[in-house]
T-cell receptor, first 115, second 112 residues
Framework: EAQVTQNPRYLITVTGKKLTVTCSQN?????MSWYRQDPGLGLRQIYYSMNVEVTDKGDVPEGYKVSRKEKRNFPLILESPSPNQTSLYFC??????????????FGPGTRLTVT | ELKVEQNPLFLSMQEGKNYTIYCDYSTTSDRLYWYRQDPGKSLESLFV?????AVKQEGRLMASLDTKARLSTLHITAAVHDLSATYFC????????????FGKGTKLSVKP
């Protein structure tokens, strides 16, 4: 089954404790992206990757890191989480031709709480 | 800075009625996306509009794009309860087409 998986689905952690949220897709998509969703603010893009070893900042990259060493995986790293990073996080992937993104397939989401 | 605005943000409709959701954006872009999100769920792609004048239809939903006016519409025909969800538009931004900006979403409630 074609899908985007995220782990963990739920996470409660404390300020400053490094964490990684994994994202994996099995559709051989070139493009992958991370978003956070907060009430009243819609979705905001954190980082995206047009292909392996190619990553770029979205609108709200501060406090996050990403890497794209393999095509299928795009982990999101919070080196020192803070309470303002409490949010619902979505990973997405899409085929990409000529540098253009088509329909995105979203993962199930990761609800992160930082206390 | 690209801004994407959706109107209305909340919409309560009766079954059988028609309505339109508007998405306008402030900077040139040649593609626009519509997504649906059910409560507590992830997002699902509805339409990708790739050029000026593009029109796509799926069931009771029809989306169009006017790049000159920087406006997309999502038209709902004869609404049914199953269409109740939040609808987001998104626009690709800047030199890198991978940078996407989402509107805040339109929460649609269809009542019998």
């Amino acid at each position: 089954e074609a899908q985007v998986t995220q782990n963990p689905r739920y996470l409660i952690t404390v300020t400053g404790k490094k964490l990684t949220v994994t994202c994996s897709q099995n559709m051989n998509h070139e493009y992958m992206s991370w978003y956070r969703q907060d009430p009243g603010l819609g979705l905001r893009q954190i980082y995206y990757s047009m292909n392996v070893e190619v990553t770029d900042k979205g609108d709200v990259p501060e406090g996050y890191k990403v890497s794209r060493k393999e095509k299928r995986n795009f982990p999101l790293i919070l080196e020192s989480p803070s309470p303002n990073q409490t949010s619902l996080y979505f990973c997405a992937s899409s085929p990409s031709f000529g540098g253009r993104v088509y329909e995105q397939y979203f993962g199930p989401g990761t609800r992160l709480t930082v206390t | 800075e690209l801004k994407v605005e959706q109107n209305p943000l909340f919409l309560s409709m009766q079954e059988g009625k028609n309505y339109t959701i508007y998405c306008d954006y402030s900077t040139t872009s040649d593609r626009l996306y519509w997504y649906r999100q059910d409560p507590g769920k992830s997002l699902e792609s509805l339409f990708v509009l790739l050029s000026n004048g593009a029109v796509k239809q799926e069931g009771r939903l029809m989306a169009s794009l006017d790049t000159k006016a920087r406006l997309s519409t999502l038209h709902i025909t004869a609404a049914v309860h199953d269409l109740s969800a939040t609808y987001f538009c998104a626009v690709s931004y800047g030199g890198s087409q991978g940078n996407l900006i989402f509107g805040k979403g339109t929460k649609l409630s269809v009542k019998p």
